[in-house]
């Protein structure tokens, strides 16, 4: 949720951030974010962000959790799936 409003698209009241987050069964929790891709990063990065996010899930929630990455270089997804 971070990167999208710090390199998403926010002021564009057609295309906005859209965040999901629920409990479609016992024991399930969804969480997921869509924004448009800014062409103009505000600050830049070191992209560590994911790869930690990926370890960290690793080490919470082994073999319960399904992390979905999608970017089209105009959109990025992101859905995070974890059983409780």
Known sequence: MENALKH???????????IELAL?????LVFAVENRISPHHK??????GLPNIRRRLALLYP???ALYVHDDGI????????SL
């Open 8 to 18: 998403g698209v926010v002021n564009q009241a057609a295309h906005p951030i859209t």
């Open 43 to 48: 600050n830049a990065t070191t992209g560590v």
């Open 63 to 65: 073999s319960r959790h």
């Open 75 to 82: 959109t990025y997804r992101i859905r995070l799936e974890i």
């Open 24 to 28: 479609p069964a016992p024991g399930q």
